[in-house]
Nanobody
């Protein structure tokens, strides 16, 4: 059974930073690309970033390019998202998942996510 557990969210002021973590279990982590998605209040879930299985190639939505960095530790089956220069529009629940495409419709289930709130 695939399990993901996101953590690291919180309340931060604009311009601040957070580092999200996603601990996984139930599958062979290092053979899958992994992704972060987010769902802002009143909006659809959207793709944020994904990373190849070796951690060498990364992809970002235009809205976070240059501010967010995705990474992974295959020894610890853990995915990370370093978020810098946070903006109020980054406020959302953030989810990790095995990457099967940028459309949220490709995914059958999600973890509980971790809430990120950017506000002064």
């Amino acid at each position: 059974q695939v399990e993901v557990s996101e953590s690291g969210g919180g309340l931060v002021q604009p311009g601040g930073s957070l580092r999200l973590s996603c601990v996984t279990a139930g599958f062979t982590f290092d053979i899958y690309p992994m992704a972060w998605f987010r769902r802002a209040p009143g909006k659809e879930r959207e793709w944020v970033s994904h990373i190849d299985r070796g951690g060498e190639t990364t992809y970002y939505a235009d809205s976070v390019q240059g501010r967010f960095t995705i990474s992974r530790d295959n020894r610890r089956n853990t995915l990370f998202l370093q978020m810098n220069s946070l903006r109020p529009e980054d406020t959302a629940v953030y989810y990790c998942a095995r990457f099967v495409g940028r459309s949220p419709a490709n995914y059958g289930s999600w973890g509980r996510g971790t809430q990120v709130t950017v506000s002064s």
